[in-house]
């Protein structure tokens, strides 16, 4: 439980008073209370209002709100206010700013605009940090840390320049060993002196964004940015937990956010929170997907679910409105997925700045007449019902999909063989196959033990972490069923070939050679044709994007390419290994490809969806002490059925008893909990 002060499904958001007079407080005690909210995350941005200056600290305005909150029964989620520093101190230390990717050094302005490996920066951060958590201590209110706001961005200064190089000096310890790891004598790169070393940006290696000539800088400046912003994080961290160590810490982070490697992250949040925002047309299975990704950062233990909009966004080209019921409908996909909280940000949409078209509980026209205030009402009596019944329940999947920040830093880093491959997409028609099905799915980083799973799917893992072939190895060895793709096991985690033929550490494993990698352009197909039947694998499928040229060393061929001049090379195989099996598909099939794989590798294992839904309907579980908790979610714009199996349970939602057919209605929600 994140606190035991609270113990349901926190509800509540981003509330911002201090934007607004006096006057609007009491409305806003009302509204809160007839929208059943429970948490407020305060302080967000607030650093100017509470030190106006270096030496002076005025915290009054957060003593009164803290106090009004908890008068009305809200509990609060205290932000640190770090996530923008304050003019002044912009004005007084221009060391607090950044410098862009083009080299320009910023002025004051926007938010998460600090300089991570500012001394000034940092010295101030941890100062009103430990003021914060020593008035609030022990405060009754209090019931989680919110450190600074979406750490993001990266910063190209001097200052990141010298830490960078203290950096390189602690991962490598001479010279000698950074110019082999990074293959220095390509283009005369030797260095020879630690200060001849600068950051990768567009005066020095880089152009748009993620091109570079130097992979191995590239790579270890993104691994040093994130543990850059990742020790501002701990520096507030410690401060916090010096007066308050029995206080939950987090900070919210962003999904598939590309910047930062947020399994390194994870290790130093007492719970994860991340900010869930798609947009009207993100597949539902990709959001699906994220939640699943951050429950696996702490190896399954339930999230908050720390922002969502109750309506729509203000930064996306195209900000359509939540249709009716689709707020309910994907916070109830959060928690079926492992959020114990489902929060909004704003709770009081803002009158100036770019956020005032950005949806809220409470909307411009100030009352709850509204049709997103009705809606956020009602799911607030629903969560109350629930009570604490799913609180800390848990995933309870055989199949697990590998996903890696530093892989995906690596293959799109990588100058060829294509422009068109995306890692997070090809991880994305994997999930999606499986999520189809109505298989539950865990999200994995490299780290995690793969000894629970029956099934392991690792697509496009480039780059094979020191270890991590010997771990598929053995697991692979006592029965496991491992799946990898093309452009796997390429390289080490300095982006270095492994030499002697891809896919380098995985080649024993899999049973295969990669002779050569072709890519195709955007437009081109060849085939994936079935040797025989295979389960639901049968006759000839489409691919593209790259086709791996692979000779089987003891893997069984099951599909052959149908065209060009590598027909007749295979393209689908597996390899027997000990107990289990090992999977490689040489190229990126097709959806219906995707789905009879998956379909068939789920047979194979006995491994059964965990209800018969039609398309357009999302299953997932979560367990606890012995009891499933089924979720039956519906997007689709009409009624649908599921087959949820002979086995009664008691929908949650209605307290009705159900079993065999169950009729969605268009965006609905059931929660089925059963025995066992
Ligand atoms: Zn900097």
Redo the contacts with the bound molecule.
Sequence with gaps: MINEKLPKIWYGGDYNPEQWEADTWAEDDRMFKLAGIDVATINVFSWALSQPSEDEYRFEWLDETIDRLHRNGIGVCLATSTGAHPAWMAKKYPEVL??DYQGRKRKFGGRHNS????PVFRHFSRLIAGKLAERYKDHPALLIWHVSNEYGGY???D??AAAFREWLRKRYGTLDKLNKAWNTRFWGHTFYDWDEIVPPNALSEEWDGNRTNFQGISLDYRRFMSDSLLECYKIEYDELKKHTPNVPVTTNLMGFYPELDYFKWAKHLDVVSWDNYPSLDTPFSFTAMTHDLMRGLKDGQPFMLMEQTPSQQNWQPYNSLKRPGVMRLWSYQAVARGADTVMFFQLRRSVGACEKYHGAVIEHVGHEHTRVFREVAELGRELGQLGDRLLDSRSAAKVAIVYDWENRWATELSSGPTVALKYVDEVHKYYDALFKLGVQIDMIGVETDLSRYDIVIAPVLYMVKPGYAQKVESFVEAGGTFVTTFFSGIVNENDIVTLGGYPGELRKVLGIWAEEIDALFPDARNQVVMKETKGALNGTYECGLLCDLIHSEGAEVLAEYGSDFYKGMPALTVNRYGKGEAWYVATSPDARFMSDFMANLIEGKGIRPLAQAPAGVEVAERVKNGKSFLFLLNHNAEEAVVDIGERRGVELLSGLEVSGAVTLPAKGVKIVEREG
Excluded at 115 to 118: M, Q
């Design positions: 950044r410098v300089c991570p490996n500012s910063c190209y200064c200052n990141c």
